[in-house]
């Protein structure tokens, strides 16, 4: 096994480089031959890959600890499946799934060659250096088939944070919109060498730059519930640095989302979309420079790294190549591009999303680096927490929710006022009556209630729009309700399905304000048989009890619960102790209903008889999770959908909205 993993390894950088030489002989020659030689080195590129994946899987699933990284991250009593899943639990690992992932992408490349085939060598060049650093790295300094000096008898264990259902998919598809970035910054470098300055590569790397945001956002989405399970403290998102690494590349890719579709269009904004591809690519880069330096404390990075050097020069490299070829082609660029014709335009309001996006972006960014900032300078290292990244992402925000409630309602080229009022009006006043619904309630938070109203007024002019479209296909078509809400949506799949994704976002949002606005929390200490009140909840603590499971021990809480006077079963909270870990992990009791959620903690105990609780109620957080949801199912629907029909856009014209 040794013998093959390494060779498989080494094979990786003669295969990777091997084909790199040959599509640029082949380029320079202009020579079919050596083209299609790097072609094959890129599918042998992707069987080698999957060679060392597998055996990888297979040493961790049989407990084979002459492995290094399998004693470090697995041990017998581990169930199988996060045996499989310490594959991406450490460096060796993740870089491999890495590489994996990017030599598959790029075999999928080279086998498409319908359109693009004269883009196909340049971008397989771009995507075979990742690939070849990625092997480098993994030969000098991270290798998954290092062995032990020593054979143990068992390992040291997964860290019991990362037992979870969020171990097995969280990683994954952050990686996966990770390298997913990789492909259309090839394309779009690509495009710059052989000075095309349509927007050809945007129109190929759509999906997989959408496909890209949304493992994106199932990473984000996924990985907050999984906080929210197992840390223990009740929330979903901390602004730990290594969260905002995977969120800053989400907000440049969303604000490229919006811009690319100026481009597709209008033909405009090609500058700007170079640019916004290229940050969100290096972006990825730098999140995994942050988890592998150390330079900055987080729960999820990897606290022995020493890769951080590596990963800071090929950032640079790759910068500095990218800013190249911009420079080289900048007048041709330049010369190729055209103004936007009215500020009332959605051109105008696509364009200020983007600004707001971007604005987000370095608030977050700097946020993230001030630390580092401040030691390099003064000397002394000062944190920045979640006070400072609310106080300011919070206007932010809330000014792009009213944006995104704003923007639909404009036409493209140059928006006409009075329809624009028009459209406004119904759903602009039910989000002002329930301010005011809200204020007679009692409800207090004046920013929160700003907040909840922008984003029902963004929530209704979706609905209100999507309403428009259906009524105004049934009256052409005398088709059902459903029906034709249906075969609107399958008519213009990137339109609805980008209002689906927004609508998403503002269940999101409802979420987000009100559990950071409205949440209680209490610390009680009770013995057995004693209730107490928390918000509409009344508990009973009934008896701790200990187990042995796997080797680990287990100590419960069992309570009572009753909900506005009755009954609503039982919660058992628990500490496990893990025989390989030398701290308890919480393991959190959740009764969630539609408004809230009632979050229970077992904290201490003095005895059997007397335990210490936390107790938090969350307001909405379920919603978060729906949204999320709903934002998959959005964009899986934008991703099938491709140009709107004429039909579409004639029957739009029709009722007084362009598509």
Same mark, same amino acid.
């Given at each position: 096994?040794?013998?093959?993993?390494?060779?498989?390894?080494?094979?990786?950088?003669?295969?990777?480089?091997?084909?790199?030489?040959?599509?640029?002989?082949?380029?320079? @020659?202009?020579?079919?031959?050596?083209?299609?030689?790097?072609?094959?080195?890129?599918?042998?590129?992707?069987?080698?890959?999957?060679? /060392?994946?597998?055996?990888?899987?297979?040493?961790?699933?049989?407990?084979?600890?002459?492995?290094?990284?399998?004693? !470090?991250?697995?041990?017998?009593?581990?169930?199988?499946?996060?045996?499989?899943?310490?594959?991406?639990?450490?460096?060796?690992? /993740?870089?491999?799934?890495?590489?994996?992932?990017?030599?598959?992408?790029?075999?999928?490349?080279?086998?498409?060659?319908?359109?693009? %085939?004269?883009?196909?060598?340049?971008?397989?060049?771009?995507?075979?250096?990742?690939?070849?650093?990625?092997?480098?790295?993994?030969?000098?300094?991270?290798?998954?088939?290092?062995?032990?000096?020593?054979?143990?008898?068992?390992?040291?264990?997964?860290?019991?944070?990362?037992?979870?259902?969020?171990?097995?998919?969280?990683?994954? *598809?952050?990686?996966?919109?990770?390298?997913?970035?990789?492909?259309?910054?090839?394309?779009?470098?690509?495009?710059?060498?052989?000075?095309?300055?349509?927007?050809?590569?945007?129109?190929?790397?759509?999906?997989?730059?959408?496909?890209?945001?949304?493992?994106?956002?199932?990473?984000?989405?996924?990985? =907050?519930?999984?906080?929210?399970?197992?840390? $223990?403290?009740? =929330?979903?998102?901390?602004?730990?640095?290594?969260?905002?690494?995977?969120?800053?590349?989400?907000?440049?890719? !969303?604000?490229?989302?919006?811009?690319?579709?100026?481009?597709?269009?209008?033909?405009?904004?090609?500058?700007?979309?170079?640019?916004?591809?290229?940050? /969100?690519?290096?972006?990825?880069?730098?999140?995994?420079?942050?988890?592998?330096? =150390?330079?900055?404390?987080?729960?999820?990075?990897?606290?022995?790294?020493?890769?951080?050097?590596?990963?800071?020069?090929?950032?640079?490299?790759?910068?500095?190549?990218?800013?190249?070829?911009?420079?080289?082609?900048?007048?041709?660029?330049?010369?190729?591009?055209?103004?936007?014709?009215?500020?009332?335009?959605?051109?105008?309001?696509?364009?200020?999303?983007?600004?707001?996006?971007?604005?987000?972006?370095?608030?977050?960014?700097?946020?993230?680096?001030?630390?580092?900032?401040?030691?390099?300078?003064?000397?002394?290292?000062?944190?920045?927490?979640?006070?400072?990244?609310?106080?300011?992402?919070?206007?932010?925000?809330?000014?792009?929710?009213?944006?995104?409630?704003?923007?639909?309602?404009? !036409?493209?080229?140059?928006?006409?006022?009075?329809?624009?009022?028009?459209?406004?009006?119904?759903?602009?006043?039910?989000?002002? &009556?329930?301010?005011?619904?809200?204020?007679?309630?009692?409800?207090?938070?004046?920013?929160?209630?700003?907040?909840? *109203?922008?984003?029902?007024?963004?929530?209704?002019?979706?609905?209100?729009?999507?309403?428009?479209?259906?009524?105004? @296909?049934?009256?052409? *078509?005398?088709?059902?309700?459903?029906?034709?809400?249906?075969?609107?949506?399958?008519?213009?799949?990137?339109?609805?399905?980008?209002?689906? &994704?927004?609508?998403?976002?503002?269940?999101?949002?409802?979420?987000?304000?009100? !559990?950071?606005?409205?949440?209680?929390?209490?610390?009680?200490?009770? $013995?057995?048989?004693?209730?107490?009140?928390?918000?509409?909840?009344?508990?009973?603590?009934?008896?701790?009890?200990?187990?042995?499971?796997?080797?680990?021990?287990?100590? *419960?809480?069992?309570?009572?619960?009753?909900?506005?006077?009755?009954?609503?079963?039982?919660?058992?909270?628990?500490?496990?102790?893990?025989?390989?870990?030398?701290?308890?992990?919480?393991?959190?009791?959740?009764?969630? %209903?539609?408004?809230?959620?009632?979050?229970?903690?077992?904290?201490?105990?003095?005895?059997?008889?007397?335990?210490?609780?936390?107790?938090?109620?969350?307001?909405?957080?379920?919603?978060?999770?729906?949204? =999320?949801?709903?934002?998959?199912?959005?964009?899986?629907?934008?991703?099938? $959908? $491709?140009?709107?029909?004429?039909?579409?856009?004639?029957?739009?014209?029709?009722?007084?909205?362009?598509?």
């Amino acid at each position: 096994m040794y013998l093959i993993g390494n060779i498989a390894l080494i094979l990786g950088i003669v295969i990777s480089l091997y084909a790199l030489i040959a599509n640029i002989i082949g380029l320079k @020659r202009k020579d079919e031959r050596w083209l299609e030689s790097a072609r094959g080195g890129v599918l042998s590129l992707a069987f080698v890959a999957s060679i /060392s994946a597998f055996l990888l899987f297979y040493i961790l699933g049989t407990s084979q600890f002459q492995f290094q990284y399998v004693a !470090s991250y697995t041990n017998n009593e581990l169930p199988i499946i996060y045996k499989l899943a310490a594959f991406w639990a450490g460096n060796a690992g /993740s870089l491999l799934l890495w590489t994996f992932l990017l030599s598959i992408y790029t075999a999928i490349i080279v086998l498409n060659k319908k359109k693009q %085939n004269k883009m196909i060598p340049y971008v397989s060049s771009i995507l075979l250096t990742n690939i070849l650093f990625f092997y480098i790295v993994m030969v000098l300094n991270a290798n998954p088939f290092e062995m032990t000096d020593t054979i143990p008898l068992d390992g040291k264990g997964l860290n019991p944070m990362l037992q979870n259902p969020g171990m097995v998919l969280h990683p994954v *598809t952050l990686y996966m919109g990770y390298v997913g970035l990789a492909v259309p910054f090839a394309y779009a470098i690509a495009a710059l060498i052989m000075k095309r300055m349509d927007a050809e590569w945007i129109k190929l790397t759509r999906r997989w730059t959408l496909t890209a945001w949304l493992f994106l956002t199932l990473g984000n989405m996924i990985g =907050g519930w999984w906080a929210y399970l197992e840390l $223990g403290w009740g =929330g979903y998102w901390a602004w730990d640095p290594v969260e905002n690494a995977s969120f800053l590349p989400w907000l440049t890719v !969303s604000a490229f989302l919006h811009s690319m579709m100026i481009q597709e269009r209008k033909n405009m904004l090609k500058t700007w979309n170079l640019s916004l591809i290229i940050l /969100s690519y290096i972006l990825t880069l730098f999140g995994t420079f942050l988890v592998r330096s =150390g330079i900055l404390t987080s729960v999820h990075s990897f606290g022995d790294s020493n890769l951080g050097s590596y990963f800071l020069i090929f950032m640079a490299f790759m910068m500095l190549f990218a800013i190249y070829v911009v420079a080289t082609r900048y007048q041709l660029i330049k010369s190729d591009s055209k103004p936007i014709e009215s500020y009332f335009s959605k051109e105008s309001s696509f364009l200020l999303n983007n600004f707001i996006l971007i604005t987000a972006t370095f608030a977050v960014f700097f946020g993230t680096m001030y630390p580092l900032i401040s030691e390099t300078i003064t000397g002394t290292k000062v944190n920045v927490g979640a006070p400072y990244f609310n106080k300011v992402m919070a206007p932010i925000m809330l000014v792009l929710l009213l944006l995104m409630a704003i923007c639909p309602l404009i !036409s493209w080229q140059k928006a006409v006022f009075d329809r624009f009022i028009r459209n406004t009006l119904i759903p602009l006043f039910a989000a002002i &009556v329930f301010a005011i619904i809200l204020v007679l309630m009692g409800i207090k938070g004046i920013y929160a209630i700003i907040g909840l *109203t922008v984003t029902v007024f963004m929530f209704n002019v979706h609905l209100a729009e999507i309403w428009r479209g259906t009524r105004a @296909r049934q009256k052409a *078509t005398k088709e059902g309700f459903i029906k034709a809400l249906f075969r609107l949506t399958r008519k213009n799949q990137r339109r609805y399905g980008g209002y689906i &994704v927004h609508i998403g976002i503002a269940i999101i949002a409802v979420g987000v304000i009100s !559990s950071n606005a409205y949440s209680e929390e209490v610390m009680k200490t009770v $013995g057995q048989g004693e209730s107490f009140q928390v918000g509409h909840y009344e508990l009973t603590f009934k008896e701790l009890t200990e187990i042995e499971k796997n080797g680990n021990g287990i100590v *419960t809480a069992n309570m009572d619960v009753n909900y506005k006077g009755k009954r609503n079963g039982t919660i058992h909270p628990e500490k496990i102790f893990y025989g390989t870990w030398p701290e308890p992990s919480s393991e959190v009791a959740i009764k969630t %209903n539609l408004t809230e959620d009632l979050y229970v903690v077992l904290s201490s105990w003095e005895s059997k008889e007397k335990a210490t609780f936390v107790i938090k109620i969350n307001p909405f957080v379920s919603w978060i999770w729906a949204g =999320g949801i709903l934002m998959v199912i959005g964009t899986a629907i934008a991703l099938i $959908g $491709g140009k709107t029909s004429a039909a579409f856009r004639i029957g739009s014209r029709q009722r007084g909205v362009r598509a």
